[in-house]
């Protein structure tokens, strides 16, 4: 258990490495496109623009409202599914970097998870209003929103470890 908490207070030390590992990600992740930055919050605005169009208008789906429960279902699942796709070869793709310095190699799978966890925060931003328009106000249900996203984050964290470690010792 000591242990553990000791690569938790190493993490911490190098905290700036990490938010700068976080803002170089969040800046190089649309950094040719046209929009740039805008495309964080385009991406889900036109993901729920054409949800909304295809499950009301073509399909018809006899779900109450299933372009908001399709659109709040996958911000979710971008996020995990983005997350350890990319933390699989973060320490790979990494590894000039690994070599020439020194710093806990847990902060490189953290960086990609707390990069997509932006994305996703900013997904909130268009779905609350969303929700809102589809009837849904906010209620006191909303705080239950952060507990479920610890634990989503946690849950991907640890998913993205894994994932890492795995690729690193199998070399995939």
Do not use: C
Request: proline fraction near 4%; charged fraction near 10%.
């Amino acid at each position: 258990m000591t242990n553990i908490l000791n690569d938790w207070k190493e993490i911490y030390r190098y905290r700036e490495f990490l938010k700068n590992s976080v803002s170089k990600d969040l800046r190089t992740r649309y950094k040719g496109s046209f929009f740039g930055f805008l495309w964080t919050f385009l991406n889900p605005l036109l993901m729920l623009v054409v949800y909304s169009i295809l499950f009301s208008i073509i399909v018809r789906m006899q779900v109450e409202n299933y372009p908001i429960f399709l659109f709040s279902s996958l911000l979710a699942w971008n996020f995990f599914s983005s997350s350890v796709q990319t933390s699989s070869s973060i320490i790979v793709s990494s590894s000039n970097l690994i070599k020439k310095i020194y710093f806990p190699h847990e902060i490189l799978p953290l960086s990609v998870v707390f990069g997509g966890l932006m994305n996703f925060l900013y997904g909130l931003i268009i779905l609350i209003p969303a929700l809102a328009i589809f009837g849904y106000y906010p209620n006191i249900n909303y705080i239950w929103l952060p507990l479920i996203l610890l634990i989503q984050v946690i849950l991907t964290i640890g998913f993205s470890f894994l994932i890492s470690s795995l690729t690193v010792f199998f070399g995939i």
